[in-house]
Every structure is written in structure tokens, then in C-alpha cells.
């Protein structure tokens, strides 16, 4: 675990030495003054957010660290419920048990869409639900049929860890099989990577990860962007949510405070992700 | 006092070989304890030809065993006549300056972390292979893999073949020059031979290094849950699949097997130096 862990560690050091953002009056002064540390772990679709969330806070406040790794939306659970990090993301509810077991508080900050996404190059721009089932069950595997090029289809999918995977399962493949010859990537990062150098590949990411270097596949005729999600035509959507270990205290309590306040909903819904409030 | 020093470092140097001697026994004892859940059951044996599909409560390693082996195997494969040849350079059939060169840059290569390897993996080989091979898919495959992995071990497999090409006797190659030998024919007749049991702990530490490594095949070999037709389908270790499903939920019995699945990765590395060492031991001289 340690190795994956390395990999996707993302740890923002923001060295805002010059200059001073200019107090606004708003949702960030409550942090002014404070110094301190908040650790971040789990689902690798929360990154954008909390990243910009982070870049935000520490600009305003050198004193206040906040690390930000990786892992999947198991080890946010897992760790927090451990007491490793103060904040554990993850891109599913956790289940009773977990709730249960570590007394975990569960704080939902923005809804994410989970889109079927293809090689730019590749022609094919919306498929069946059927289709898509076929595809990941090992049905389906050339694009012929599916109106792109002769080519067989590499299909990618997430660990089992991965709550980005979970709803994706569950809500567009109708918990159906994964062909076991399907490839296995370990972030949103990592998936997109994969796709926008495989001309042949399919796979899916959050919505708020889409950018150019991957194309969104509409499903039934509908597009997986953030108005479709928002208005929810686009149903294969989740919460994306951030827990703590009981109720949140200090740092880590103004920081969930910042995610749901209208500045922080602001950075929701810049990164491509569907408010809450 | 001298007497006194002398039984207190042996004390020490007692507990410390000891102590690493236990640690290995405790890692054994270890995925043992846990593992027992699942191989308590008699289900160890099962799970050693099953498939893995946690929904449908399959938790064999089949897939595993065969890409470790695959890719470790085919990696010494490409690594061997790598390493051998750059050793038989090295030891008096190119000039001096130049292996002193070599000699330095593969000391260098031993300490290049895997990640790197995977990272170049995945830019230009992996692409490399896709284009070259049309059935090889997204070109994350046994072949990538093992062929990254080659570069990985043969550092360590020049090592060890140059400790044994530096420990033949003197004597003998004095001997053969003696008798007119030229450079080639030392080197097959004397050299070698006496350099074997180098070359096999040298093939041992290779192989060692090719199983146990983690990073190359979790990025590079596609991780795919079946076992492999070919050398150019996605594959999975044990190694990447302990850390991929390590992250899961750790409740689950998928966490729990994956302790089954360190011992198999345990016993499977011991089974390989044995392997290695009989093979050795019937082919060598002397």
C-alpha cells in the first residue's frame, strides 16, 4: 500500500512568501490567525477541489498545512476511521458498518457524475446502455460494430477501492460483469492518462475530471456533463463526501465549513462537479 | 579484557544474525496467523486454482501466480545474456577503461528507484509496444512489463556474475594463458566455469528482485484478472495485486485473502531459489 500511496501522493506545499491575498471579507477569515495541520486522504475524484480549497486557505494563512494524498475512497474511510488523517474522502457513502465501527460523521459536498469516456480520436461519441454492458462484460470487443475503426477494444476499469468504480457498477452496468481481461488503473488521474494514450481504450471517470485529452460518451443519448448531472438526466451520479471521526473539531471543522459555504461551493463547482446547497 | 570484547561482540553479532534470521521466520509466522481464515479451511489449496471475482466470492489466485511467474521468468530471460555478456566485457575481452566505466554506471543503475522505470515504462515502451504490436491492445502487457524488469535486475544479476567471474583463481588463468589460450578461449574453458556459482546466486538475486518487485507490473503490466494466453495480454502479479486490493475495504475477505496471497508470493520466491540452486548444482563443474 505504501507504494501505491507514494505514487499518488499529492502533497501541496504552497509557498506564498510575497505576496498576501488581499483579506476578503467572506467564509476564509475564520481561519485568520490559526496555524496548524489538516491531513487529507482517499477518493482521488475530491482532489481538484481540495487542492484549490487548500491552495486558497494556506495563501491567506502561510501558518496552515494542508496535506492531500490519494489511496481511493477505502483508505479515506480506513484511515480516518484510524485516526492517520483528520479528513477522509470518499466517492460513496460508507457503508453502516464503517459507520458503525469508527463513528464516522459524513459531510456531502458536491454530486459527481461518472462518465463512459474514449480515446479523442475515436469516432464512436454515444453508445447504448446495453451496449456499454456488453462492452465491459466481454461481449462486445471490437469498435466495428460500434461505428468507430476496426480496432479491439481495451477496456479499462478501477480497483476494487475505488468509489468512482462502485457507482459506475452499480448505476451503468447494472452491477453486471468486468471482463477479467479488463485493465486496472489506480486513480481518475491515472485512468485518464491511460485513455488519452490508448486510442482503443474505454473507460470512465468523474465528470469533473473530463477535460480535452479524453471524450465524454454520451449513454442513451445523454451526455455525461455537469448540466445533465445537475439536472439529473444523467443518472449515473454519486455524492462526493468528505468524513471525520466523530464531529469535527478546530481546523478540520472550519475547513468542511469552507467546503459547504459559497465560496467553497464556488470551487465545486469551478472544478466541474454539481453543488449541494 | 581483550577476551571479554571479544565474547561481548560475539554476544552481539550473535543477536543481530539471529534477530535477522527471526524476522524472516516472524514475516512467515505473520501471513500465516492472518492468512488463517481462509486457509484454515483447507481452502488454501483451492484458492491456489481459482479465479478472483470477489462478487461472485472467487478469491483464487491463479491469475496472480501465473503473471508473477510469467513475467519474472521472462524477465531473467531477457536480463541473462544482457548481464552475461556485459560481465564477459567486462572481464577481459573489452578494453580496461571501458569497464571500469561500465562498472561504475551498472553500481549507478542499482540505485534507480523503480518508480523511474515504470514512469519511462509507461511514456515510451508502453506506446512502443502498442504500435508495434496490433493484437498487444493498450500495449500494457507481460512483454512491457518483463522487459522493464530486465532492466531492473540486470544491475544486480552484472553484480553478482562479476563477483564470481572475480573470484576464479588466479592460478588457473594463469595457467591457460600459459598454454596459449587466446581471450575467448580463457574465458569459456576457465572463466566460466569457475564463475558458476556466481552466475547461478546471481540469477537467484535476479529473480528475487523480478517477483518481488511491485511498481514496474502495478503500472506497467496491466493488471488485468485473468490468466494470461500470451506475452502480449495485460497481466497481474501478486506483488500489484496485494497492493491494489489492499486498499479495499478492510473488512472484506477480499482484504483477508490477500495474507494468502503473501504467503503464495513467500513460498513461491523460496521455491524459485530452490529451483534455481538444483539446477545449478547438477550443471556446475568442480
Known amino acids: 500500500m505504501s507504494c501505491k500511496k507514494n505514487i499518488m501522493m499529492v502533497v501541496l506545499v504552497v509557498a506564498v512568501t510575497f505576496f498576501q491575498v488581499p483579506a476578503q471579507a467572506g467564509t476564509i477569515d475564520p481561519f485568520s490567525g490559526l496555524s496548524g495541520e489538516i491531513r487529507i486522504s ?22 496552515i498545512s494542508i496535506s492531500i494524498a490519494g489511496g481511493g475512497s477505502g483508505v479515506g474511510i480506513k484511515q480516518v476511521g484510524e485516526g492517520i488523517v483528520d479528513i477522509g474522502n470518499s466517492g460513496r457513502a460508507p457503508s453502516d458498518a464503517e459507520k458503525e465501527k469508527y463513528g464516522l460523521k459524513l459531510f456531502k459536498w458536491a454530486i459527481d457524475g461518472v462518465g463512459v469516456a474514449v480515446n479523442p480520436d475515436n469516432p464512436v461519441t454515444s453508445l447504448t446502455k446495453a451496449q456499454l454492458k456488453d462492452i465491459y462484460s466481454g461481449k462486445i470487443t471490437d469498435w466495428k460494430g460500434l461505428g468507430g475503426k476496426e480496432a479491439p477494444i481495451t477496456v479499462y476499469t478501477r480497483d476494487e477501492s475505488s ?15 468486468i471482463v477479467s481481461s479488463a485493465n486496472f488503473v489506480v486513480s481518475n488521474g491515472a485512468m485518464k492518462t491511460a485513455i488519452a494514450n490508448d486510442p482503443n481504450a474505454i473507460g470512465y ?30 443518472t449515473v451520479a454519486r455524492g462526493l463526501y468528505s468524513n471525520t471521526k466523530g464531529d469535527p473539531s478546530g481546523l478540520t471543522k472550519l475547513f468542511i465549513e469552507y467546503l459547504l459555504s459559497p465560496e467553497g461551493q464556488q470551487i465545486v463547482v469551478q472544478k466541474g462537479f454539481v453543488p449541494v446547497n | 579484557m581483550t ?18 534470521a527471526m524476522a524472516a521466520a516472524l514475516v512467515f509466522g505473520f501471513l500465516l496467523v492472518f ?49 552475461l555478456g556485459t560481465v564477459c566485457f567486462m572481464g577481459g575481452l573489452g578494453p580496461a577503461w571501458i569497464s571500469r566505466l561500465l562498472d561504475g554506471f551498472v553500481r549507478f543503475m542499482t540505485g534507480i528507484p523503480t518508480v523511474i522505470y515504470g514512469f519511462l515504462g509507461i511514456f515510451l515502451l508502453v506506446p512502443f509496444v502498442r504500435t508495434l504490436f496490433t493484437s498487444a491492445g493498450s500495449g500494457m502487457c507481460i512483454l512491457s512489463a518483463s522487459l522493464m524488469l530486465s532492466l531492473l ?4 544479476m552484472i553484480i553478482f556474475f562479476k563477483d564470481g567471474f572475480d573470484s576464479v583463481d588466479f592460478r588457473y588463468i594463469q595457467a591457460a594463458d600459459a598454454l596459449g589460450a587466446d581471450n575467448v578461449q580463457r574465458l569459456i574453458y576457465v572463466i566460466l566455469p569457475g564463475a558458476w556459482p556466481g552466475i547461478v546466486t546471481g540469477v537467484i538475486m535476479g529473480l528475487g528482485r523480478a517477483m518481488g518487485d511491485t511498481l514496474i507490473a502495478l503500472m506497467i503490466a496491466g493488471n488485468a484478472v485473468h ?60
Open chain 1, 42 to 63: 482517499g477518493g482521488t475524484a475530491h482532489i481538484p477541489v481540495m487542492k484549490e480549497a487548500a491552495k486558497q486557505i494556506m495563501s491567506a494563512n502561510p501558518e
Open chain 2, 35 to 83: 492468512g488463517f481464515p481462509l486457509i484454515g479451511g483447507g481452502e488454501f489449496f483451492s484458492l491456489l486454482t481459482r479465479r478472483w471475482s470477489p462478487g461472485q466470492g472467487l478469491y483464487g489466485f491463479l491469475p496472480m501466480i501465473t503473471g508473477t511467474a510469467a513475467i519474472s521468468v521472462l524477465s531473467i530471460v531477457f536480463a541473462f545474456p544482457l548481464s
Open chain 2, 227 to 286: 490468466v494470461p494466453g500470451s506475452i502480449l495480454d495485460s497481466t497481474r502479479t501478486l506483488t500489484a495485486h496485494i497492493a491494489l486490493v489492499s486498499a479495499s475495504d478492510y473488512e472484506s475477505l477480499a482484504f483477508k485473502s490477500i495474507f494468502a496471497c503473501g504467503l503464495t508470493l513467500y513460498v513461491l520466491n523460496a521455491l524459485a531459489v530452490i529451483a534455481v540452486r538444483r539446477l545449478g548444482r547438477k550443471r556446475g563443474p568442480v
Open chain 1, 205 to 234: 471517470v468523474s465528470v469533473g475530471h473530463m477535460d480535452a485529452s479524453v471524450a465524454g460518451v454520451a449513454l442513451d443519448g445523454v451526455s455525461p456533463t455537469i448540466d445533465t448531472v445537475k439536472s439529473g438526466e444523467y
Open chain 1, 163 to 177: 468509489g468512482t468504480r462502485e457507482v459506475f457498477w452499480k448505476k451503468a452496468l447494472d452491477k453486471g460483469d
Open chain 2, 153 to 156: 535486475v540486470s544491475p544486480t
Open chain 2, 3 to 20: 577476551r571479554i570484547t571479544q565474547k561481548a561482540a560475539r554476544i552481539v553479532f550473535f543477536f543481530s544474525a539471529a534477530a535477522s
